[in-house]
């Protein structure tokens, strides 16, 4: 058996171009344009490309991108007013601050400075509550993409065995919270786990979200079963020759061994193209969504849970 | 039957000792811990409840203070009172005893409670704050459930646990709360194709889902935990009586420990509420002294 492949790459530009049919109808029929802050405090490369392309796409979907970048040493009482004021502004519907930050700052404290109803990564611990306890929230964009990435797949979910690997604020725990909200059986299992390989084998639904490079292998896998790789490694790779500079070229790959894994499963997300695509545009959905409860419209269908 | 019998009363015992202790120190302090009950429109269903609660708190050294509102209390007054009560520094915990009369949503009331003063652990932010695993005020039946695992000699982390039930304030708190100790935890609820399955490979088990019976010897671990939070009244022959999810007969025979319903999660639920009414209070205290009474700078 060789699994199908759950195309990320096609199915995130497929919910970009709903998130730009909302958009266009909120412009005609309301006069109102969504708009998303994204801050980014200091000059990291991989995360000045992350902000870059967030607001490309902001504007592609015909959207409002406000970036804002500040020095690296910029003091938590800017921060904090630069939030303070996003938070206010009725033309901002979502606001993002681009991680990690310099050690100075603490990522929790900026997360709690953002108005949860604008908070469009779903990381407030208001938001988590509210998804817990089964009430209308914003969340978090890697889970919502991993969930629709299911459903789209699967149809329902209802009844399925779901064992997630990771059980992080970010990823983990939110995810589990989906699925169980769509009525799978919940496994959540982490570094403590024990016979992790029997556990992962009792699933039709995997989702890995370790950090650790190609972990999951086909052997854990039961057959037919749906794999969703969230992880993204970067590991050398000697095959492809030297970079300039010398040193060994690399490749990104997920916590699930591709070729192993897609021998046994029914379908499997690819790494690079399969979760990753979709975290953008379920960020940009999620301002969609705040602009549209900010504003006291309908929930826009199709881009929340 | 081999199984020990799980006491209930007695953790709860300690438990509202302890409390009381805390409570002295707090009231030498200026912070005697007060509670404040709200019961709107037919009070007879949760009065049970309410004495049990405030003579609990007695026992605690916690003031506690029971209040009625006619049931045609309007949603606005309601937030009134509660911004009063959230207003007051007398006033440290509030409880909103259901049932609530049909024009006033209780998540709505919930919400409006300070999440400083929310000792029912039901406020978004409490909840979140479990999810995050940093628990201050948590949900007191999910916390009793878990204190009670706790006092068995068991090692939690890596520990296999299956709850039964996700309900918001019961199962998926308790999922998470093991989770955070470092459980894998398997959460399984009425969609789930085999729920002995997944019991039977659990060192513990928690069920919340309000059925008598549910849980049967068959479906258990030989030696395994076996923490039984669903209330049930059922008529028998001999009268009605009180039992829980389980068949408590056959789990018994299997299991390595058990709790009984009544005398289990119940009595350590209302302690766990006056432990929070403590923690309430230390963190109100602190955020007074934080913002109107450093001396320090
Ligand atoms: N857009 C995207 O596609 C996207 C977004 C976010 C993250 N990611 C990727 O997803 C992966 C996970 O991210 P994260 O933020 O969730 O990571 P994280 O915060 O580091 O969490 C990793 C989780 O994996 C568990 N774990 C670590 N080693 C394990 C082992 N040997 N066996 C079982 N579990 C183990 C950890 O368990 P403990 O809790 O017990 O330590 C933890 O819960 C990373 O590769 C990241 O780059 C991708």
Same mark, same amino acid.
Do not use: M, Y
């Given at each position: 058996m060789t699994a199908t492949v759950i195309d990320g790459k096609a199915f995130a530009a497929k919910v970009r171009g709903q998130v730009a049919e909302h958009v266009a109808r909120l412009k005609e029929e309301h006069g109102i344009t969504p708009g998303l802050a994204v801050v980014l405090v200091g000059e990291d490369p991989a995360s000045q490309v992350y902000v870059r392309s967030k607001g490309k796409m902001t504007v592609e979907c015909g959207m409002n991108s406000y970036e804002h970048k500040l020095p690296i040493d910029v003091s938590q009482e800017e921060l904090y007013a630069l939030l303070a004021k996003l938070n206010a @502004?009725? *033309? #901002?519907h979502g606001i993002l601050c681009q991680f $990690? #930050? $310099? *050690?100075?700052?603490s990522e929790t404290d900026i997360v709690a400075q953002i108005d949860p109803a604008k908070d469009v990564d779903g990381l407030h611990v208001i938001n988590a509550g509210l998804l817990a306890s089964g009430q209308k929230t914003l969340v978090s964009c890697t889970p919502l993409g991993c969930l629709m990435l299911l459903r789209d797949h699967l149809g329902s979910l209802s009844g399925k065995s779901a064992v997630i690997v990771g059980r992080s604020n970010l990823v983990g725990k939110p995810v589990a919270q989906l699925l169980l909200q769509d009525s799978c059986t919940v496994t959540i299992a982490h570094?403590?786990?024990? @016979?992790l390989a029997d556990v992962v084998r009792g699933a039709d639904i995997v989702v890995a979200a370790v950090g650790r490079p190609e972990m999951v292998t086909g052997d854990w896998i039961k057959p037919g079963a749906t794999v969703i790789d969230v992880g993204i490694n970067r590991i050398d790779a000697p095959e492809k020759g030297l970079k300039e500079d010398g040193s060994v070229k690399t490749r990104l790959v997920g916590d699930c061994d591709y070729a192993s894994c897609a021998e046994v499963a029914g379908a499997i997300t690819p #790494?690079? +193209? +399969?979760v990753g695509p979709m975290t953008i545009a379920c960020l940009l959905a999620n301002t969609v969504t705040a602009c549209c409860r900010a504003n006291g419209l309908a929930e826009p269908e199709g881009l929340t849970v | 039957m081999r199984a020990a019998i799980i006491d209930g009363k007695s953790i709860a015992a300690d438990m509202r000792a302890e409390v009381a202790k805390d409570a002295g120190v707090l009231a030498d302090a200026g912070w005697a811990p007060k509670l404040v009950s709200i019961s709107i429109g037919d009070t007879a269903a949760a009065e049970l409840y309410v004495r049990n609660q405030q003579k609990q708190a007695n026992s605690a050294g916690v003031e506690f203070e029971a209040r009625n509102y006619p049931a045609e209390t309007s949603l606005e007054q309601m937030t009134g009172i509660l911004q009063g009560l959230n207003a007051d520094p007398r006033v440290n915990g509030i409880i909103i005893q259901r049932p609530l009369p049909d024009h006033i949503p209780v998540k709505a009331l919930q919400k409006m409670v300070h999440p400083l003063k929310d000792v029912e652990g039901m406020h978004p932010a409490s909840i979140g704050n479990i999810v995050y695993n940093d628990l201050a005020l948590g949900p007191c039946t999910a916390v009793a459930a878990v204190e009670i695992l706790k006092t068995l000699p068991m090692d939690m982390e890596g520990l296999n646990v299956t709850v039964i039930g996700h309900s918001e304030i019961v199962g998926k708190p308790i999922a998470f709360l093991m989770m955070g100790l470092g459980a894998t935890v398997t959460v399984c609820h009425h969609m789930t194709r085999s729920v002995a399955m997944h019991s039977r490979a659990a060192d513990a088990v928690f069920v919340a889902v309000g059925k008598p019976g549910l849980v049967t010897g068959d479906m258990l671990k030989p030696g395994a935990a076996l923490i039984d939070i669903g209330i049930n009244r059922i008529e028998t022959p001999e009268g009605g009586k009180t039992v829980g999810d389980a068949d408590f007969d056959s789990c018994a025979e299997v299991a390595g420990w058990i709790t009984p319903v009544p005398g289990g999660v119940g009595p350590v639920t209302v302690a766990t509420l006056m432990k929070n009414a403590v923690l309430a209070t230390r963190m109100q205290m602190e955020q007074y002294r934080d913002a109107y009474a450093r001396t320090d700078i």
């Open positions: @502004d009725p *033309a #901002v $990690p #930050v $310099p *050690a100075h700052l570094s403590r786990t024990k @016979d #790494v690079p +193209g +399969g | -």
